[in-house]
């Protein structure tokens, strides 16, 4: 379809090249990260993890991937980075169990886009290790 209309709306010497990037690659990667620590701010619960913004959630700032996490009584909850800077924000209002505890594992799937290749060492936090799995 796009072929068409590319024929249709351009000359035959214009070549079209695309980025088709997330197309590609986002289904991937999964992350998994742990939670490190836990607060209620504000009567909300919120969970701090071992990855953020600055690391493998660097996509959630303009593409607001989903979190998934066990099943349970659910509230709106926040989920933060490690780095203790406001920017390192996950989430501010996603339905997630408030029953969560330190040491549980979370994942994010379909973030192999715009992800682990933009991470820093800010705040002298290491990217997350990357572990290849081949189905």
Do not use: Q, W
């Amino acid at each position: 379809m796009l072929n068409s209309e590319f024929d249709r709306l351009f000359p035959s010497d214009i070549e079209i090249i695309a980025e088709p990037g997330r197309f590609l690659v986002a289904t991937a990667a999964s992350v998994v990260v742990e939670i490190i620590g836990t607060a209620y701010r504000d009567g909300k619960k919120c969970y701090y993890v071992n990855d953020g913004v600055y690391h493998t959630f660097s996509g959630i700032i303009f593409d607001h991937c989903g979190i998934s996490f066990k099943e349970g009584n659910e509230e709106m909850c926040a989920v933060y980075g490690p780095t203790c800077d406001a920017l390192d924000t996950i989430t501010m209002a996603n339905l997630l169990p408030v029953d969560l505890s330190i040491g549980d594992l979370l994942y994010s799937e379909n973030i192999g886009a715009y992800s682990h290749a933009s991470s820093t060492f800010f705040n002298g936090f290491p990217p997350a290790k990357v572990l290849h799995i081949n189905k």
